[in-house]
């Protein structure tokens, strides 16, 4: 697996939207705050919140952004990409 890096996290009504490179290609992607909430074991209702799981399951997204670019490809320049329960096998 590429190593992934993940900058500019900002946090919306949707979840949490940040650019990820790996393997020389940079994209947009989203967590869904449903998932955010399910990482965190906790409700998000203040951006602070979301971009706090975020920041402590930034392992987890790396891994579920790596396998959203390899089944799917990088998001083309000016979409993002939004990453699915299937990039975190041990969420319910």
Do not use: W, Y
Not at 58 to 77: Q, R
């Amino acid at each position: 697996m590429s190593k992934v890096e993940m900058t500019g996290m900002q946090a919306s009504p949707e979840g949490v939207q940040f650019t990820a490179s790996t393997a020389g290609a940079q994209g947009l992607f989203l967590v869904p705050i449903d998932i955010l909430s399910d990482l965190a074991c906790s409700s998000m209702d203040f951006d602070d919140e979301m971009i706090e799981a975020f920041t402590s399951h930034t392992d987890a997204i790396a891994k579920a952004v790596a396998m959203a670019v390899a089944e799917g490809g990088m998001p083309a320049d000016g979409a993002r990409g939004e990453l699915s329960r299937d990039g975190f096998p041990n969420l319910d």
